[in-house]
């Protein structure tokens, strides 16, 4: 039962089918065509077996591609081609037969009025006893091919049969002994020649062309009236579907995809939904679909195979493009669809024009068709067999064309879910001739789905215009969905006039807001490879390009250091919170850039809580040490007072003054100190034999959790003890023995303290004075940092 107007609308175009068909056949005499090759010499009809044998001496294997390779395979082509510039045809008497034969041919397939088939010569083609050619899809290799025509010499051969198939519809064709035979057949048409089993078949292969004339055919008002109904009821929820999209039947390309070349019934059923949408007041598009629908399916005799190549391969010639069938789908039965997902690719307008890359997924609720997909040959399929809790399912991959509408009343949010950048352009566009209500009225229409669209699109060029655009709707509200959807690192010193300027307009207590949204969208890779760290090492220029447009631009510098802070601020709190040294180190190392351009743009903008609170942090834990030297070496020195790194600097020579007074540890000290973080009876006697300056070995007789435990403990802190079991026994002997890394390690660190030590004091030699006097109060006074 068809309850909505998207269904009836697909049951009334499947009746709507016309004359056409997806291949025609016609025969003539053989008096109109005067053929020579050359090498040969004029060839008689019906072609004699000494020519055929001569053309087999002419011909070249044909080819096919792959990728960027041509090749020959003759488990995929056998087949004798003679170029065409090797062929020679009286034109002028052979198109007393030719026209008339493609003027009958454009009337089976359902040609529209006004329009009429022209061919072009592509080559000979030649097979002996036992070539073929498997089923394969011909691309269209001019703007305005539609399809193929095979023409047939006549001669005398066994086998060799032209199987073209479509929607499921079979047609065999086998030529003539005594006259030329004519097979057209559209360019999405899967076709093969199956092998000769004796003689010759010899034919010419043309590419057809349409050329135009004034339309479609006419349409009749009564169906016309009864689809536009249909359209009406589809539209009539103010909240409901957006568009609706009716697939047609027939696959088509990017080049080829154009309302004067629809195929066969789908050229009956584009006029008739052209009239429908005028008359219902809609906007129409022709697109291309891409389908994929998953099946539940089963192999149909238990056959436990897999197809590595899907059912249609692509094949890429110089000549012939082509699919090449490397499966056979026919081996699985199919029981219920479980998913099917529509995106439009690209759509061109009825007036012509170029053609717009969409990339629009569609709900199943905008979508119908007359024929399902699960009728049509997938041009690519691949089957899952049973994996335990899912499995047994047959994806099928589909390109399908399409009419697409929408009320003219959405024809703005129709299109801006299609192309977000180009909404925005009209946006601005309104905006400049004065259409200021219009455009907030456009702007309100694309609430449901803009932070979906806009997201996905995450560049600079975009989120400028983004920006712009909320400033000249001079609305709060239009103005923060429109740049809600993106981070705080698309922003770049391109926009510091935008944002001064968004700031003037909507105040402090807005744009604090919106930068506070963007900076909680956190993803540490973003789509140009920047992260977070790496955009906070901007704002030093930042901050100099907002200061230069006012108190706006430096109220709105204030915002993006105070959201870096925070950021920082809960990084440097994280890596306090890690266990393992390392981890904690490359963490605080990578701070030091991030953490000193934002001292350096806070005293730019006179942010002086904020880089005092910063420098709070950095001296106010020894574990930060690291952190703070990085952010030292980081920064010139001619800054350092400004950003308050003078404070730092010093704080930085007093810890490592007082490490470096400690005695070295002695050879003979084995003691381990283990940090907090458990209590446990299992870390309290690891902590007695870690402490223990004379024990190097421990002996543990323990059971599989507790030795768990352990390992974990000495892994998680990189302690210098090797843990291993020995599995003898019950319970098993977890064996601990301390480590030379232990001296090792402190050796590094002691020189790595005396490095930053030096560097301080040959960076700063005021402040070499002061660590000197200050070593000198501290002597005999060593004291743990």
């Known amino acids: 039962m068809t309850n909505s107007g998207r269904e009836r609308l697909a049951v009334l175009l499947a009746g709507a089918t016309g004359p056409g068909a997806f291949t025609a056949a016609r025969t003539a005499s053989t008096g109109d065509l005067r053929l020579e090759v050359r090498g040969v010499g004029p060839i008689e009809l019906p ?20 990728g960027a390779q041509t090749l020959l395979d ?6 004798l081609e003679i170029p065409k510039s090797r062929v020679r045809i009286d034109k002028r008497r052979w198109n007393h037969t030719l026209l008339p034969v493609l003027q009958r041919l454009g009337r089976d397939l359902g040609l529209p009025s006004g329009y009429a088939l022209k061919a072009e010569l592509h080559a000979m083609l030649v097979y002996g006893p036992g070539q073929f050619f498997v089923e394969h899809q011909d691309s269209e290799k001019d703007d305005d091919m539609v399809g193929t025509l095979v023409v047939g010499l006549p001669s005398v051969f066994r086998g060799g049969a032209l199987v073209i198939r479509h929607r499921g519809e079979t047609a065999t064709f086998r030529g003539s002994k005594q006259a030329l ?37 006419e ?6 009236g009864r689809l536009a109904g249909c359209l009406e009821e589809h539209f009539a929820s103010p909240g409901g579907p957006n568009r609706l999209v009716y697939l047609l039947d027939h696959e088509y390309t990017r080049r080829g995809l154009d309302w004067s070349r629809l195929k066969g019934p789908d050229a009956r059923r584009g006029t008739l939904l052209a009239a429908a949408a005028e008359r219902a007041g809609c906007e129409i598009v022709l697109a291309l679909a891409d389908v994929h629908e998953t099946w539940s399916a089963y192999e149909a005799d238990e056959r436990h195979h897999w197809y590595e190549w899907s059912r249609y391969s692509r094949w890429d010639d110089e000549d012939d493009d082509l699919d090449f069938d490397g499966g056979n789908e026919a081996d699985y039965e199919l029981g219920e ?26 709900a199943g609720e905008e979508v119908c068709a007359s024929t399902p997909s699960g009728d049509l040959e997938p041009y690519s399929s691949e089957y899952e067999g049973y994996m335990g809790n899912w499995g047994n399912t047959l994806d099928r991959w589909y390109h399908r064309g399409a009419v697409v509408m929408w009320p003219l009343s959405r024809a703005f949010a129709a299109r801006a879910e299609a192309s977000p950048s180009a909404a925005l352009d009209e946006l601005m566009a309104r905006i400049r001739t004065g259409d200021v209500i219009g455009a907030r009225e456009a702007a309100a229409t694309l609430v449901p789905f803009w932070d979906r669209i806009a997201a996905a ?50 105040g402090e207590q807005w744009t604090e807001a919106l930068v506070v949204g963007w900076s909680d969208k956190r993803r540490y890779y973003y789509a140009d490879g920047s992260t977070r760290a790496a955009w906070i090492v901007s704002l030093r220029a930042l901050c100099v390009a907002f200061r230069e447009r006012g108190d706006a631009g430096t109220a709105a510098a204030r915002l993006l250091l105070r959201e870096s802070w925070r950021w920082l601020s809960e990084t440097i709190d994280r890596g306090l919170e890690l266990s393992s040294p390392t981890q904690r180190e490359q963490t605080f190392d990578g701070l030091g850039g991030p953490v000193g351009a934002l001292l350096e743009g806070a005293s730019l903008v006179e942010a002086s809580d904020l880089r005092d609170a910063a420098v709070g942090v950095l001296c106010g834990d020894v574990e930060l040490v690291g952190c703070a030297i990085a952010t030292l070496r980081a920064t010139p020195t001619s800054q350092w007072r400004a950003a308050g790194l003078d404070a730092v600097a ?42 223990d300056p004379t024990q190097t070995r421990f002996e543990w007789p323990l059971a599989k959790d507790g030795r768990a435990h352990v390992h974990r403990r000495i892994d998680a802190v990189e302690l210098p003890v090797n843990h291993q079991t020995r599995r003898v026994g019950r319970p098993y002997t977890l064996v601990l023995k301390k480590t030379d890394a232990l001296f090792e390690r402190e050796r590094q660190q002691r020189r790595r303290d005396e490095e930053q030590l030096a560097w301080l004091q040959h960076t700063d030699p005021l402040r070499a004075a002061v660590v000197v006097e200050h070593r000198r109060g501290r002597q005999g006074a060593p004291a743990r940092g």
């Not at 072609?47 to 792959?66: E, H, I, K, P, S």
């Not at 349409?219 to 016309?224: G, N, R």
């Open 650 to 691: 010093t704080h930085c020579a007093a810890v490592l003054e007082v490490r470096l007074s400690r005695p070295s540890r002695a050879g003979d000290d084995w003691s381990i100190e283990l940090p907090d973080g458990c209590s446990c009876v299992l870390c309290a006697k690891l902590r007695g034999f870690l402490g």
């Open 457 to 506: 699109v995450q560049t600079k060029g975009f989120f400028a215009k983004a920006l712009r655009a909320a400033r000249l709707l001079d609305e709060p509200v239009l103005a923060a969905m429109l740049l809600r959807p993106y981070q705080l690192e698309m922003l770049t010193i391109r926009d510091a006039t935008a944002l001064s300027a968004l700031v003037g307009s909507y």
């Open 74 to 79: 003759r488990r995929v082509r056998d087949t």
């Open 219 to 224: 349409a009749d008002p009564e169906l016309v």
């Open 337 to 362: 669809l479980i998913e099917s997902e529509v995106k439009l690719d690209s759509w061109i307008a009825p007036g012509g024009g170029g053609l717009e890359t969409v990339n629009l997924p569609v």
């Open 47 to 66: 072609v004699t077996r000494a020519q055929a044998r001569q053309l087999c001496l002419l011909g070249r294997a044909a080819r096919y591609g792959r």
């Open 181 to 217: 035979s004519f097979v057209a057949f559209y360019g999405d048409c899967r076709h093969e020649v199956r092998p000769v089993k004796s003689g010759h078949r010899v034919v010419l292969t043309y590419n057809l062309l349409v050329r135009g004339g004034t339309g479609g055919s």
